[in-house]
Structure formats: structure tokens, C-alpha cells
């Protein structure tokens, strides 16, 4: 009786278990069929889907109005269906279906999709239609129609905010055992971020990936921010100092790996292998930032590296590599400061007047300081030399390059640049400057750029010099009208203005009009014109406001 009894027990054991199976699978298939039915239904609701608009909902477009979802692409977006019930969606009849499965599996973000949803690549059955703009113009909205897609290009769209590039089964190969890439958290960058100018609403997108980098481990997680944050000209996903920190905690065994072209990483996307001009590039990056990190005794360590990229750069260089950098040189003779003039000259000899020149000139000057004077002003008026690349302590270095009879042939960009660098440099210099200006040298607008960087960095001292000095009558007309435009109109008093009359005013702004040189306007016009430019001067002056100014 009691072996019979254990026997019974085990048969009902087995029963009760496939029951529970069977239930189990019941219990599935009904969600399926559920989440099939709500599919279908928003199929028919929604008229047009560009891809990932659900997947990325809300919209991460840069400076874009929120766009106006139908309420069935806010319902979806709001769900969170099992990743079974969808996958098992993808070979649905409906185009539309298919399509909506993979937006949905998109949120997931679970980077073992990839091989299933690559399977619907070549799809091309048509499903959601969307909208396409063209023929952009300056002076009313684009044009637009409704085309057609592909349920493939929704997969595509897929694979690309995985950062998929290539061959998908090589790329798989080297990915598919790691849970995140460098590829992967560019793409989600470009897509919440975009590559507009920086400004707060874009830094407030890429919060989350910031949160994301931050939660990986450390020496992953410094080189994805500089590798990343090198996309933006300016400070987007982290600030110039946090940068700097991120050298600081990679330290410096890494960072003489990466000289060496070794990266501390086995993220496939980071290889020298995968993009080596990318490679250098943010490599420079880092050596530009790491002379507090290394020692004296890796300048010979800089050097080996830099001779040996060299000659396997000559002998197998690629279009998209540009070869080691000059910051390999401009490293070493940092670390060796006593031998910087030997370091810097040696590389200079030969050299042709190009940017890399530039850099290696205004190293020198601050390294070795008032001795390179001579050498570094006949560089910057033959080739160009980064004056905009030292500090302000170096303003006096500035202000003695450009103590010069060649002054007046600066463009009025690169003046301008110098002022943005040097807020206090020098007045006399700029109002040297600018009377040395002659007629058609430069065109009105950039000598307006010039004053409005004047102004923007509250040097108005220097605009009221320009008004005052007894060379204005001198002064070229496209000059006079350059300052005209530049004046803080709003702050001049009514009377002032009122002193150009009517018929005066005319024939300057004739002048620019006609735009022919037979014609000029009368002496007594011009001479009106100066005296009102004059009287203007006072007006132009700096009030401090939170920590900046306006005219």
C-alpha cells in the first residue's frame, strides 16, 4: 500500500504539473492575442509614423515643437508589453502590426533584439505613411507630402540607435556579449541631442545618458564622456572642467596606453581599428589635458610613440588619418620645459604655414616666453600663430606680437577673436587698428562683427576712443556707417538724432544703395555725419548687469 500510494502520488504530481503548463501556455497565448487586438486597433487609428517616434516618444528633436501624437501613439507609448508577446508579433500578416511590435520592442532597449529584428531588414511590405519636408526657404514654411515606408525601414532605424554599422553578423560577433558600446550611446546622444549649438534645453535631453554614463564602471565611463562630449564644438554632455577630470581619473597609465594607440577597453567601437582618425583626434584631446597626470620621464615615452606612428603612418596612412599630431612634440617639451626650444624648433624646421604651425609656435612663446618675442611675431604676421591659445596671463606676450607697423593687415575676424580671448587688451592697439583701416580692405560686416565683440565684452571704452579720436574725419565711409550701425540707438537722446537732417541722412544711405563709385554723397553730408557720430560717443558706455554688461 504505500508504494502504491507513492506511486499515485507522483502520477498526480506529473498531471497537476502539465495542467499547470497548459494553463501556463493558455494564459500566454491569451495575452498574445490581447496585445495582438490593441495593435490592430492602433493600427487603424494611426495615419502616419515616421520610425522610432513611438519607440522614442516623446520626441527628442532638437528645438522642434512637441509634435502632435494621435492619442492611440500616446496609449502605446505608455504600455509595457512583454517582450514574448511582441517578438511573437513580428511575423503577424499586418505590415502595421509588425511595425508596431518593433517600436514597442525599441523602448526596451534590450540590445539581444538586434539578431531577431535584423531578420526584418529586407521587409518590404509598405506600412505607415510620413510626412517629408523639402525645398526649405528663408521666407516661409517648407513644402511637404506623405510618402510611403517600409516596415524594413523601421527595423533599420532599429539598428541604427544601436550604433549597427556594416555587416551586421560582423558586428554582432564582436557585440553581442556586451551591454552597452560606444556606438549605441552616440546614437542615443545624436538622437535626444541632435548637433545644434549647446544650450540648457539640450544639456536637459542628455541628462539621462549622462546618468546612464555615470552609472558604468570608472574607466569606461571617463572615455565614453570625453569620446562622446568630442562630438559638440562646445560643452553639451559635460563642461570643460568635468572633462578635465575625467583625464585626471583615467590616469596615467591609460592615458600613455592611448598615446601608444592601446585602448584600456574592450569596447570594440573604441579600437584605433574601428575609426583611427577619430582615435587620434580625441586622443589629442586627452594629451592636451594630461601634462599634471604624466611625468617627466614619459616625455622619451611621447617621443617613441610619436617616431614609430610616423613610420607606420607614411607607410600605410589612411584618408580619414591625418597622422599623429603635434601634440606628441608640444607634450614632450612641456614635461621637459629646459629642452623646449630644441623640442619645438626641431619640429618647426620645414614646416609649412598651416594650423599644426600655429600650435607649435604659440607653445614655444609660452614656454620660453620673451625670448621667442622676435620669432613668434614673424610667424604671426607671415603664416598666422593661435594667439586666441594663451592664457590671460600671457595678455602682455599679445599685446607685444601685435606692437607692429603690420597691425592694420590683421583681418577684422582675427581681431575680433583676439578681443573675445584678451577682453583687456590694450585700447590704443584696436584704435591703432582701425584707423589703419582702408577703404574695401574688409567688407562693412565684418568690421561691424569687430564692434559688436567690442561691446559684447564690455570694451566700449575702446568704441568711445574710436568716436572721439580726430582720425574719424579721415576714415573711410564704410568705416563711418560700420560705427553708425554698431550705436546703442536706444540709449542716444531724440535731439541728437534729429541734428542728421532728413536730406543729409539720404545721401548716405544713397551712397550704399547706388553702390557706384561715380557717385558720392556731398561733403556737407559726410561732415554732418561724423559730427553726429561724435556726439554719440558719450552714450556708448557699459552698465554691469548679473555679471555681464549692455551698452
Known amino acids: 500500500m504505500h508504494h502504491g500510494y507513492a506511486g499515485g502520488m507522483g502520477i498526480d504530481r506529473r498531471a497537476a504539473g502539465l495542467c499547470l503548463m497548459l494553463l501556463t501556455g493558455c494564459a500566454q497565448a491569451q495575452r498574445h492575442l490581447e496585445v495582438a487586438s490593441t495593435l490592430q486597433k492602433a493600427a487603424q487609428e494611426i495615419h502616419e509614423l515616421d520610425p522610432l517616434d513611438i519607440g522614442g516618444y516623446p520626441r527628442f528633436t532638437p528645438f522642434a515643437k512637441q509634435a502632435s501624437y494621435p492619442d492611440a501613439v500616446v496609449r502605446l507609448a505608455a504600455t509595457n508589453y512583454p517582450t514574448d508577446a511582441l517578438v511573437s508579433l513580428l511575423p503577424d500578416k499586418s505590415p502595421k502590426v509588425r511595425t508596431l511590435a518593433l517600436e514597442l520592442l525599441f523602448r526596451k532597449q534590450d540590445p539581444q533584439l538586434l539578431p531577431i529584428v535584423h531578420r526584418l531588414v529586407e521587409d518590404s511590405a509598405i506600412t505607415f505613411e510620413h510626412i517629408v519636408q523639402y525645398n526649405f526657404r528663408a521666407n516661409g514654411p517648407p513644402d511637404w507630402k506623405r510618402e510611403p515606408l517600409k516596415v524594413g525601414a523601421y527595423a533599420q532605424a532599429f539598428l541604427n540607435s544601436f550604433g549597427v554599422e556594416g555587416d551586421f553578423e560582423k558586428f554582432w560577433a564582436t557585440h553581442k556579449d556586451r551591454r552597452y558600446w560606444y556606438g549605441w550611446l552616440r546614437a542615443e546622444m545624436l538622437r535626444r541631442g541632435g548637433m545644434s549649438s549647446p544650450n540648457p534645453g539640450v544639456m536637459q535631453r542628455l541628462k539621462p545618458l549622462r546618468e546612464r554614463i555615470e552609472g558604468l564602471p570608472e574607466t569606461e565611463r571617463n572615455l565614453y564622456l570625453i569620446w562622446l562630449q568630442s562630438e559638440y564644438r562646445e560643452p553639451a554632455l559635460a563642461t570643460d572642467a568635468e572633462i578635465g577630470d575625467a583625464v585626471h581619473r583615467l590616469g596615467r597609465e591609460n592615458i600613455l596606453a592611448l598615446a601608444e594607440l592601446h585602448m584600456p577597453s574592450g569596447d570594440p567601437d573604441l579600437q584605433f581599428s574601428a575609426d583611427s582618425g577619430r582615435f587620434r583626434y580625441v586622443t589629442e584631446s586627452i594629451l592636451d589635458r594630461a601634462q599634471k597626470e604624466?611625468?617627466?620621464?614619459?616625455?622619451?615615452?611621447?617621443?617613441?610613440?610619436?617616431?614609430?606612428?610616423?613610420?607606420?603612418?607614411?607607410?600605410?596612412?589612411?584618408?580619414?588619418?591625418?597622422?599623429?599630431?603635434?601634440?606628441?612634440?608640444?607634450?614632450?617639451?612641456?614635461?621637459?620645459?629646459?629642452?623646449?626650444?630644441?623640442?619645438?624648433q626641431g619640429e618647426l624646421d620645414g614646416r609649412p604655414c598651416d594650423g599644426d604651425r600655429a600650435r607649435l609656435v604659440a607653445t614655444l612663446l609660452q614656454l620660453r616666453r620673451r625670448a621667442e618675442i622676435p620669432f613668434a611675431r614673424t610667424s604671426f604676421y607671415n603664416c598666422g600663430l593661435e594667439l586666441t591659445r594663451l592664457a590671460q596671463s600671457d595678455i602682455g606676450l599679445v599685446e607685444e606680437i601685435l606692437?607692429?607697423?603690420?597691425?592694420?593687415?590683421?583681418?577684422?575676424?582675427?581681431?575680433?577673436?583676439?578681443?573675445?580671448?584678451?577682453?583687456?587688451?590694450?585700447?590704443?592697439?584696436?584704435?591703432?587698428?582701425?584707423?589703419?583701416?582702408?577703404?574695401?580692405?574688409?567688407?562693412?560686416?565684418?568690421?561691424?562683427?569687430?564692434?559688436?565683440?567690442?561691446?559684447?565684452?564690455?570694451?566700449?571704452?575702446?568704441?568711445?576712443?574710436?568716436?572721439?579720436?580726430?582720425?574719424?574725419?579721415?576714415?573711410?565711409?564704410?568705416?563711418?556707417?560700420?560705427?553708425?550701425?554698431?550705436?546703442?540707438?536706444?540709449?542716444?537722446?531724440?535731439?541728437?538724432?534729429?541734428e542728421m537732417t532728413r536730406d543729409h541722412e539720404r545721401e548716405i544711405l544713397g551712397f550704399f544703395a547706388v553702390n557706384s563709385d561715380r557717385w558720392e554723397p556731398s561733403p556737407a553730408a559726410v561732415t554732418e555725419f561724423i559730427r553726429f557720430l561724435r556726439k554719440a560717443a558719450p552714450y556708448v558706455r557699459t552698465e554691469n548687469v548679473e555679471g555681464g554688461c549692455r551698452p
Not at 564692434?451 to 574725419?473: F, G, H, M, S, V
Not at 550701425?485 to 540709449?491: A, F, N, T, V
Request: one cysteine or more; charged letters at 25%; a positive charge.
Open 403 to 498: 606692437t607692429d607697423r603690420r597691425l592694420g593687415g590683421l583681418h577684422p575676424g582675427l581681431m575680433a577673436d583676439l578681443v573675445k580671448a584678451f577682453p583687456h587688451i590694450r585700447p590704443g592697439l584696436l584704435v591703432a587698428w582701425w584707423f589703419q583701416q582702408k577703404e574695401n580692405s574688409s567688407s562693412v560686416f565684418d568690421v561691424q562683427y569687430f564692434l559688436r565683440i567690442l561691446k559684447n565684452t564690455c570694451n566700449q571704452a575702446t568704441y568711445r576712443e574710436i568716436l572721439r579720436d580726430p582720425r574719424l574725419d579721415r576714415q573711410s565711409l564704410s568705416m563711418l556707417v560700420a560705427l553708425e550701425q554698431e550705436l546703442p540707438s536706444s540709449k542716444i537722446p531724440k535731439e541728437i538724432w534729429a
Open 294 to 344: 604624466l611625468t617627466r620621464a614619459d616625455g622619451d615615452r611621447m617621443l617613441t610613440a610619436y617616431t614609430r606612428q610616423k613610420q607606420e603612418w607614411q607607410a600605410h596612412h589612411d584618408m580619414r588619418d591625418n597622422g599623429p599630431g603635434v601634440v606628441y612634440p608640444i607634450l614632450r617639451a612641456r614635461l621637459l620645459p629646459d629642452r623646449a626650444g630644441e623640442i619645438l
